[in-house]
């Protein structure tokens, strides 16, 4: 009983931390945003060019709050959202630059499986810093996400058709950060530049 109660509490601690930062701090970063593009509007041309540049580090504030929030809020920590955010984060990033999107989960046994924060979190900041590289560095026109479950584990693959022109060029940072949170996910983590770039991840466990 003590045990549960607490997993209790910090589940409604992690929905009390996760609320507020999305009601005030996102809120202040957004407006924040807002009135220094209203001021961008009316400048000169020197401010205008740091006025934007404020701008955008805020909405990219904001964009990095929401993901924070998101990955810590106890009320999202299914399988299913999981696949939920990982699409609304490609309709934002790969639909605006004509990028198809295709996201294969078929596979998948049981989406209302809890998974846990850490993994949740290892899993779509993997799968995002993947996707920001294709939007910043790939010529590609289509991108294939696919999750397949085979016998005790679970293939996790992201896969672009770009040409070797324009090779996936992940930031050395970006890429210990991927190879970081694979170890931490107990997690096998491949990469494949035949045919554009792919990235492959075996997890130790089903989804």
């Not at 399988?79 to 990028?99: F, G, H, K, N, S």
């Amino acid at each position: 009983r003590y045990r549960l109660r607490q997993v209790l509490a910090m589940e409604r601690l992690r929905t009390r931390i996760s609320s507020d930062l999305h009601d005030d701090v996102g809120s202040l970063l957004s407006g924040l945003a807002m009135q220094t593009e209203l001021l961008e509007a009316n400048a000169n041309e020197q401010d205008k060019k740091r006025l934007h540049k404020i701008a955008s580090i805020s909405r990219n504030a904001v964009s990095q709050m929401r993901d924070l929030v998101w990955s810590i809020d106890s009320r999202r920590e299914t399988v299913a959202d999981l696949i939920e955010r990982m699409r609304e984060l490609a309709e934002e990033l790969l639909l605006p630059r004509d990028i198809a999107f295709q996201l294969n989960d078929v596979e998948i046994k049981n989406p209302q499986k809890k998974l846990q924060a850490q993994t949740k979190q290892h899993l779509f900041l993997i799968y995002k810093e993947a996707i920001n590289n294709i939007v910043k560095h790939s010529d590609a026109t289509s991108v294939n996400v696919k999750i397949i479950n085979t016998g005790r584990n679970c293939q996790f693959s992201i896969k672009d058709n770009g040409s070797k022109k324009k090779a996936h060029k992940s930031t050395g940072l970006g890429l210990a950060n991927m190879k970081m949170r694979a170890e931490q996910l107990e997690a096998k983590l491949d990469f494949n530049h035949s045919d554009g770039f792919g990235i492959y991840l075996e997890l130790p466990f089903q989804m």
